[in-house]
């Protein structure tokens, strides 16, 4: 029998606010153990929080750019459970009257494009972090998360494949970033992701028992434990067996999924609107507010990038696979108008180097003049395209410019013709032989004749010059 994967995503996203959501306390990454806490976000008796505007705000930026309706009047629940992270014992989260509900967003996945629902997406706090010791059998308890500002993004059950989860996956990530809502750091936690997944026969329409998974902090984990998952529920059906509703977390060093515990309900966590928050009234003038400020987004660019500059598509989903590439882009070509050009040595050679050292284009030490610069000199003849790649990756090291470094080192081509016929005399009159052969209608001998002028001048030689005069020679 054939089965058909049903996979449905639930992905947080850490707002890139500086205080938490319901108090003053900072949210930076990578401060020491609970120094960033306060009486309201360790759930002190008598304390009572404040919604945080800002939240909303990024919240309904997400919303509006994946065509979600924003409900006018939402408002925050009270989801209980016990954990040691957990100072209150609930979490303040949005469960009957999420923030935004009915969008969609579409994905490639290999040559097919889908549009995959998004249920809702609703304001929460995070909760703390548990450290577990390696050596003894105690955990340490971190509340420096507690309260910081999340939303959850939760998806229809419309997506069929792992490929397709990964596109998805990034594609979110893609907008959290466009928007400046989130720096999408999967290790850092600030982005991360929950599966839910079924099989059920090929051609039903019911859905099978899910499976949740958890511990996914990268998209090539996400997509191998949904492999795994397909291929362990796959063996259980079609030994007659029954998969049970669980939560299992992804064991990376092992690739397989483990069994964690019962998959809960939403009658487990007993929702109640939380008393010490009034609704969220969100009047039309607010939204379309946001909506005047959002940026160019993703798909919009990419467009863009193909009809103004005449891009392929492949071309123009690189050079916007991030705001900051695509801008690094336009600085470029805005300087050096030839976009097929800027496109390719971007593309392959500063993206292949800033790949190497794990950095963002960004933090780039060649700057969109700097490369402008370097494939003018290209342009004008003053060096070679093979050069140009040393040159570039010398400014890349050093942060010199390409000027300088062509100037220091002595790299500029020899175009000067009377020095070039010099030199073309000279190999002439070395190798008659090969002459005759070429003049015998053998031109393949031609490229040996060019190698010993460009080895004669040092790789100098401007290699058309030299071709046009060589040719001219030998007539």
Not at 176 to 204: Q, T
Not at 279 to 298: A, D, H, T
Request: with cysteine; net charge negative; aromatic share 6%.
């Amino acid at each position: 029998m054939e089965f058909e994967a049903v996979i449905g995503l639930e992905v947080h996203a850490q707002l890139k606010t500086r205080s938490k959501i319901f108090c003053a306390c900072p949210t930076t990454f990578g401060a020491p153990p609970n120094t960033h806490t306060c009486p309201v976000c360790l759930g002190m008796p008598g304390v009572l929080p404040v919604l945080n505007r800002e939240v909303v705000t990024y919240a309904m930026k997400m919303a509006l750019a994946t065509n979600c309706r924003i409900r006018p009047v939402n408002r925050f629940a009270r989801k209980h459970y016990f954990y040691p992270d957990l100072p209150k014992g609930y979490q303040i989260s949005q469960y009957e009257a999420p923030l935004a509900e009915g969008g969609w967003i579409e994905v490639r996945a290999g040559d097919e494009t889908r549009r995959i629902g998004i249920t809702r997406i609703h304001m929460e706090e995070d909760a703390g972090k548990l450290v577990h010791d390696p050596s003894r059998p105690v955990s340490y308890v971190d509340l420096n998360r507690t309260g910081v500002p999340l939303i959850e993004i939760v998806s229809e059950p419309d997506i069929r494949t792992p490929e397709e989860a990964g596109a998805y996956l990034k594609r979110l990530r893609e907008l959290v970033r466009y928007l400046e809502i989130c720096d999408g750091n999967m290790e850092e936690g600030s982005f991360r992701c929950d599966a839910n997944i079924s099989l059920r026969p090929a051609g039903r329409d019911a859905f099978g028992v899910k499976t949740e998974l958890k511990n996914m902090n990268s998209f090539r984990h996400v997509q191998r434990a949904l492999e795994y998952e397909i291929r362990r529920q796959t063996a259980i059906l079609l030994d007659g067996g029954e998969i049970v509703q669980e939560t299992r977390l992804w064991d990376e060093a092992r690739g397989v999924t483990v069994s964690m515990r019962g998959k809960e309900e939403a009658h487990d966590y007993r929702y109640f609107p939380d008393p010490d928050l009034v609704p969220v009234e969100i009047p039309p003038g607010w939204v379309e507010k946001v909506r005047r400020e959002l940026p160019e987004l993703p798909e919009e660019k990419r467009r863009r990038f193909e009809a103004q500059y005449g891009l392929p598509a492949y071309d123009a989903d690189v050079l916007t696979a991030s705001r900051e590439t695509a801008d690094y882009y336009e600085a470029c070509v805005a300087l050096f108008p030839e976009p097929k050009t800027v496109s390719n040595w971007i593309m392959v050679e500063l993206l292949r180097l800033l790949k190497q050292d794990e950095r963002e284009i960004a933090d780039s030490p060649v700057t969109p003049g700097h490369l402008a610069e370097l494939l003018s000199l290209v342009k004008d003849g003053t060096i070679s395209g093979k050069m140009a790649k040393a040159v570039l990756e010398e400014a890349y090291t050093t942060g010199k410019t390409p000027a300088a470094i062509v100037e220091a080192k002595g790299l500029a081509q020899v175009s000067d013709e009377d020095t070039l016929r010099a030199v073309i005399e000279d190999v002439i009159a070395r190798h008659p032989d090969e002459v005759a052969k070429y003049r015998a209608g053998k031109t393949k001998v031609m490229g040996f004749l060019v190698g010993q002028v460009m080895r004669a001048t040092k790789g100098q030689a401007n290699p058309k010059k030299v071709n046009q005069l060589l040719a001219d020679a030998l007539k």
